[in-house]
């Protein structure tokens, strides 16, 4: 089994909303969602720390929630007022959780990763 799995991805119109899960098959203890488009960089999206703190990018910010289930072990991501600017590939990604809580949003720092879902925002 992949030790990281998305589902939830999807085609929805702009202002809709969707809601992404990530199973991990190995212990976390830090966790977050990264995106990325063709010939782009994966970039920060949500993450949340082993206290349950959560990091968000500006352009999500009061749109998105991270959140986790410890006992499932499984990461959501929940997606509303979607823009087109909101399409992507959507990755999780988990590893042990660092001092300085910036690199949380940084795609070089997690060693662990899924596949990916698509997530595509139509006008």
């Known amino acids: 089994e992949a030790q990281l799995e998305e589902s939830g991805g999807g085609s929805v119109p702009a202002g809709g909303s969707l809601r992404l899960s990530c199973v991990a098959h190995r212990p976390t203890t830090c966790m977050a969602w990264f995106r990325q488009v063709p010939g782009g960089e994966r970039t920060g999206v949500a993450a949340?720390?082993?206290?349950?703190?959560?990091y968000y990018d500006d352009s999500v910010k009061g749109r998105f929630a991270i959140s986790k289930d410890n006992i499932e072990n499984t990461l959501y991501l929940q997606m509303n007022s979607l823009k087109l600017e909101d399409t992507g590939m959507y990755y999780c990604a988990t590893d042990y959780c660092p001092r300085e809580k910036h690199w949380l949003l940084i795609h070089r720092y997690f060693n662990y990763w899924g596949q990916g879902t698509q997530v595509t925002v139509s006008a």
């Open positions: 949340i720390d082993s206290d349950g703190i959560t």
